[in-house]
């Protein structure tokens, strides 16, 4: 049974709409949703609307539905935070699983109780992530995309391939993780090296990329890459699909949502095994390095016109 027939409005820096939801506020929120759960307490979520556009919003929330508010994770300080308890001035306001910075800002004096993970008398807390429920896991996705390659002209479709691709991700049941196939080694947010890299890539459940290399490092590490070819009639990821008997291929007009769900499917699927064969076939198989060496022994520039016009 719940304490007193009141309803409980849970808050954070997710409510607001200069606010951000990070992963670790969301499961905090979970932890605590689990607790109330737990306890038979009722309660409603206010969400940003930039975050959560169909859901309740602080600015949607009636005060005079709700008898206790809580607010969750996250440092309790400035205006924001404040703000709620002048408009909920009537209700049981506490703070939990937050970091105090400033006891006497009018953001932690509003409350009447908090609990805090740090900054507040005594030993620190764990944080509320820690012990929220787990959901089901997601395959990991990586992200390569372009937006060069301006040697292709007017066939360029490479806005509107990222547009496409990015769109679909922020509904597919994944979990996206964008890469950067450029190297610097003086960028710690980059990798250095290409063994860097393809140890990151190594680590993917599938890849999506309208790059060439991207199609053809997933093969070599065995990751099931859905590759999109961002140039009208297709150019060299076509190309290199063919090359490597690659069949997860989608042509830049042809590219919509159903088609990559379907591919990420497969790739999720049996695409996994058939990428690791690929590895291997692919490992000895002829490339253009096989005739540098008679290239460079033999022939003279005349011989170059000759061998690029067949």
């Known amino acids: 049974m719940h304490s007193d027939g009141g309803r409980t409005l849970l808050t954070g820096w997710f409510s607001f709409v200069d606010g951000e939801a990070t992963a670790g506020d969301v499961l905090a929120l979970d932890r605590v949703r689990q607790v109330l759960d737990e306890g038979g307490e009722p309660y409603d979520v206010a969400w940003s609307p930039r975050f959560e556009p169909g859901g309740l919003s602080l600015e949607r929330a009636r005060p005079v539905d709700y008898t206790r508010l809580v607010f969750v994770c996250g440092p309790v300080h400035g205006p924001l935070p404040a703000g709620l308890h002048e408009r909920f001035a009537h209700c049981h306001r506490i703070a939990v699983g937050v970091s105090v910075i400033d006891r006497d800002d009018p953001a932690v004096a509003g409350f009447h109780r908090v ?87 190594g680590r993917l459940d599938a890849l999506v990329t309208d790059r060439l290399h991207g199609l053809v490092l997933g093969l070599r590490t065995g990751v099931p890459p859905i590759a999109v070819d961002p140039v009208a009639g297709g150019a060299k990821v ?61 022939g003279g520039p005349e011989d170059v016109c000759n061998a690029v016009n067949g």
């Open 238 to 298: 076509t190309a290199q699909a063919r090359a490597c008997r690659w069949p997860a291929l989608v042509p830049a007009d042809l590219l919509d949502e159903r088609r990559l769900d379907v591919w990420l499917t497969w790739c999720l699927n049996r695409g996994g095994t058939v990428a690791r064969r690929r590895k291997v076939e692919l490992g000895t198989s002829p490339d253009p390095a096989d005739g540098l060496l008679d290239a460079l022994r033999t």
């Open 115 to 201: 609990l805090a993970r740090d900054g507040a008398d005594g030993e620190p807390l764990r944080d509320l992530s820690l012990r929220a429920p787990r959901g089901t896991p997601v395959p990991v996705v990586g992200v390569l995309l372009t937006q060069g390659q301006r040697e292709y002209g007017d066939r360029r479709m490479h806005g509107a391939v990222a547009e496409t691709v990015t769109r679909w991700l922020a509904g597919a049941r994944c979990a996206p993780v964008v890469l950067e196939s450029r190297l610097d080694r003086g960028d710690g947010l980059l990798c250095g090296t290409s063994d860097q890299f393809l140890s990151v890539v």
